[in-house]
């Protein structure tokens, strides 16, 4: 009777044994699969003058532009308050006044896809779902990239615009 009790014993010892490390695995993947948009690129905007001014008189910007790529540098683990704060400071762009080169509605229509985005990753953070969470980061930092090209295409053929713009209205056809 005592070999059957000591041969059940080491069963479940055994059965343990291989659930503890099937667990780490499985932690370590996760890891892993979180871990692989840290190398994610963050577009930087040329040395321009013309760009630089611009962009020093939006309120609320350089706020905003921290909070969001923080958190491609940051861990997911602590992420939920950081995308909370990138929420936050989207809303309060949103808010304010933006410069006549850059506000418009694609502007308007971008940011929002980035508040979407944020609220997207909160989602898969409160919930704890690692991999969804980094697909949404990369989407995010996607959208992000996208807008602060667009919005460096914006100003820098600021001038252009305004230059067709005249022309047009001077060639106007009258009857």
Do not use: A
Request: charged fraction near 25%.
């Amino acid at each position: 009777m005592k070999k059957w009790y000591l041969i059940l014993i080491l069963i479940i010892i055994y059965n343990c044994s291989n659930s503890i490390k099937k667990n780490r695995k499985e932690s370590i993947n996760d890891t892993i699969k979180i871990e692989n948009y840290k190398n994610l690129k963050i577009y930087k905007f040329p040395e321009d003058p013309k760009i630089d001014s611009v962009i020093k008189n939006i309120k609320n910007f350089k706020i905003f532009r921290k909070s969001v790529e923080d958190l491609f540098i940051l861990n997911p683990n602590g992420l939920h308050s950081f995308i909370n704060q990138g929420i936050t400071n989207c809303n309060e762009l949103l808010s304010s006044e933006l410069p006549i080169s850059i506000n418009n509605p694609q502007v308007i229509s971008r940011l929002k896809v980035i508040k979407t985005k944020l609220l997207i990753s909160r989602y898969h953070s409160s919930i704890g779902e690692n991999e969804l969470l980094s697909k949404s980061i990369i989407e995010l930092n996607n959208s992000y990239n996208y807008f602060l090209e667009m919005i460096t295409d914006m100003i820098l053929n600021e001038n252009i615009t305004d230059e067709l713009e005249q022309k047009f209205e001077n060639n106007k056809i009258s009857f």
